[in-house]
């Protein structure tokens, strides 16, 4: 079983351009997530669905925007970028929000640079 | 005060060494705690949730500590293989939003 899945494993991107990163989970997963993480700052949410066809915004959810077309797919833009957005984002997926011990699993994550 | 705090360390053990984290947090209405081990440079993954009466699994003991809000990770006989940093994480109750703790980054010397 895959898993998680994210696309591209890395990229170097200018700034101003789009992009979107890709994430697909094979596991029925109802709840998906995106993150960023930067050095000290641990992972902040940025975007969250809790089941396809609803999105809601995280933590740092500015200059991102996701969709949720199906259960397993859950595409990240920028549509602008920014340096600021240089990270590694991971992708999570959980069985579903609302129930408490609903462990999350991750996505080998996209290192983003923003030059 | 941060929602949940841990030591970023490092610890610097040796092998066979048992070491013990602690992670604390703020919410007391939380009850789900999980803690997470990410290797440098990719994605965390679930070491283990820790539940009320806490639990073990293998060389790990995770234990839960509701009036001083703290939970642990003690980790027994450490291996070169345990070197990584821990995350802890909190999930807030009934809502999609899990708190990450920044972690505690734990090297196991040879």
């Known amino acids: 079983t895959a898993g998680i899945t994210q696309a591209p494993t890395s990229q170097i991107l200018a700034a101003g351009r789009s992009m979107t990163l890709r994430c697909t989970q094979d596991?029925?997963?109802?709840?998906m997530y995106w993150y960023r993480q930067d050095l000290g700052l641990g992972l902040r949410l940025i975007h969250y669905?809790?089941?396809?066809?609803?999105?809601g915004k995280g933590e740092v959810p500015d200059g991102y925007s996701v969709s949720r077309a199906n259960t397993d797919d859950f595409p990240l833009t920028l549509a602008s970028a920014v340096p600021s957005q240089t990270s590694v984002y991971f992708c999570?997926?959980?069985?579903?929000?609302?129930?408490?011990?609903?462990?999350?699993?991750f996505g080998p994550g996209t290192r983003l640079t923003v030059l | 005060r941060k929602e949940v705090e841990q030591d970023p360390g490092p610890f610097n053990v040796p092998e066979g060494a048992t070491v013990a984290f602690n992670c604390t947090y703020s919410?007391?209405?939380?009850?789900?705690f999980f803690w997470y081990r990410q290797d440098c440079r990719k994605e965390p993954k679930l070491l283990m949730s820790?539940?009320?009466s806490g639990n073990e699994d293998g060389r790990f003991t995770a234990q839960l500590n509701r009036a001083s809000q703290y939970i642990s990770l003690l980790i027994r006989d450490s291996k070169l293989s345990d070197s990584a940093t821990y995350l802890c994480?909190?999930?807030?109750?009934?809502?999609?939003?899990?708190?990450f703790g920044t972690g505690t980054r734990l090297k196991v010397l040879a």
């Open positions: 999570a997926s959980s069985v579903g929000q609302g129930a408490d011990y609903n462990e999350q699993f």
């Open positions: 919410n007391s209405a939380s009850q789900s």
């Open positions: 820790v539940y009320s």
């Open positions: 669905s809790n089941t396809a066809g609803t999105t």
């Open positions: 596991m029925r997963h109802n709840a």
């Open positions: 994480v909190v999930k807030r109750p009934g809502t999609y939003k899990y708190i």
